[in-house]
C-alpha cells in the first residue's frame, strides 16, 4: 500500500512539474520574441538619434563655411579708391574669383537646404519610435525643438554665423548626454527581459524550490516509517529466534507480548519400574482322539505364540498407581 500511495504521489508531482515547465517554456518563447524585437526597435531608434545628431553638426560646419566664404567675398569686392590703379590682368581675375565664390555660395546654400530636409527627416522617425507624451523622449523632444528654431530663424538679419554655431553646439552636447542615458535604459529593460518574463522567472524559481522541498519531506516520511517498519520486524525475528532455540518448538510472539515458554516438570512413575504379573498361557492338546485340556502356568516370554487370556479374577492395583491418580 506505501508503494502504491508513494508511486501516485511521484506521478502526480512528475505531471505537475511537467506542466510547469511547459508553461514557463511557452512564456519565455513569446517574451524572447519580443525581446528580439525590442532590440531591432532600439537600433533603429539609436540609427535616427545617431542621424539627427550628425545632421545637426554638418548643419554647424556648413554655416562656418558660409560665413567664412560671405566674408572672403566682400573683402575681394572692395576696391581701391583710384580706379586708375586697377590694371586690365587684376579686373579679370576679380571677376573670376567673384564668379568662382558665387557658385560655392550656391552650393553651400544648396547643401544647407538639403541639410535641412535631412534633419526634418531624422527628427521625425526618431519621433515615430516613441509614445506621444512619452517622458523619457520628452526632454530630447524638447532640445531638438530648440534646435530647429534656430535653423529655421537663420535668415538674412538674423544671428551671426559663430553666434549659431555655437547655440547649437551646446544643444546638441545636451542631446548626446540625453540619447545615451535614454538607450541606456533601452537596453537594461533588454537585458533584464520583460515583466511578464522576469515574473514567471521568479516564480518558476519559487516553484522549483517548493517541489523539492515537498519532495524531499515526502521521500524522508517514507524513508522513516520504511526504517521503523524494517526495525520492528527485525526485532520480532530476533524474538521468535530466541524463543525457538530455548524451547525446541516456534511459538507465535509479538514485540509487545512475549513471555519465554517454561518447560513442564516431568512426573515420575513408580509403576513403570514393577514387571507385569503373569499370564496362563491355554494350551489345547489333542491326543488319541479326545480332547483334553491342559493349563499351565508360564511368564511370558518374547518367542511364545500361543493365544492368551488374561484370568478374570480381580486384581488389586498396586499401592503406586492409587497414589498416582489421587495426586
Not at 512564456?27 to 538619434?49: G, H, I, M, P, Y
Not at 509614445?131 to 534656430?150: G, Y
Request: with cysteine.
Amino acid at each position: 500500500m506505501d508503494k502504491l500511495v508513494l508511486s501516485l504521489l511521484l506521478s502526480l508531482l512528475a505531471g505537475f512539474l511537467t506542466a510547469v515547465g511547459t508553461f514557463v517554456k511557452l512564456v519565455n518563447d513569446k517574451e524572447s520574441k519580443v525581446t528580439e524585437f525590442r532590440q531591432q526597435w532600439t537600433d533603429t531608434a539609436r540609427q535616427s538619434l545617431a542621424d539627427l545628431l550628425s545632421q545637426l553638426r554638418y548643419y554647424c560646419n556648413l554655416t562656418a563655411e558660409l560665413t567664412a566664404l560671405e566674408s572672403e567675398a566682400s573683402s575681394i569686392v572692395r576696391r581701391p579708391s583710384d580706379p586708375e590703379k586697377l590694371n586690365e590682368f587684376d579686373s579679370a581675375l576679380l571677376q573670376n574669383v567673384l564668379e568662382s565664390q558665387s557658385k560655392n555660395r550656391e552650393a553651400l546654400k544648396q547643401a544647407l537646404r538639403n541639410n535641412r530636409e535631412a534633419i526634418h527627416n531624422a527628427y521625425a522617425f526618431a519621433k515615430l519610435h516613441f509614445k506621444p507624451n512619452d517622458p523619457d523622449f520628452l526632454h530630447v523632444e524638447t532640445k531638438v525643438d530648440q534646435a530647429l528654431q534656430l535653423i529655421d530663424g537663420n535668415l538674412p538679419g538674423g544671428n551671426s554665423g559663430q553666434t549659431l554655431r555655437a547655440e547649437l553646439m551646446l544643444l546638441i552636447n545636451d542631446l548626446t548626454t540625453l540619447s545615451r542615458g535614454l538607450l541606456k535604459k533601452e537596453w537594461e529593460n533588454i537585458k533584464g527581459g520583460e515583466r511578464a518574463y522576469r515574473l514567471t522567472r521568479i516564480w518558476a524559481k519559487r516553484g522549483g524550490l517548493a517541489g523539492a522541498g515537498a519532495l524531499t519531506v515526502l521521500l524522508g516520511c517514507f524513508g522513516v516509517a520504511a526504517l521503523l517498519n524494517w526495525k520492528e520486524t527485525s526485532d520480532i525475528a530476533m524474538l521468535a529466534k530466541l524463543g525457538t532455540s530455548k524451547s525446541g518448538e516456534p511459538a507465535a510472539h509479538s514485540a509487545q507480548n512475549y513471555s519465554v515458554p517454561v518447560a513442564a516438570p516431568q512426573v515420575t512413575n513408580a509403576c513403570a519400574e514393577i514387571p507385569p504379573p503373569g499370564v496362563t498361557v491355554v494350551q489345547q492338546i489333542a491326543t488319541n482322539g479326545e480332547g483334553r485340556m491342559e493349563s499351565s502356568t508360564t511368564p511370558t516370554t518374547p518367542t511364545t505364540a500361543p493365544v492368551t487370556s488374561r484370568p478374570k479374577t480381580r486384581v488389586k492395583a498396586p499401592a503406586c498407581e492409587i497414589a498416582g491418580t489421587t495426586q
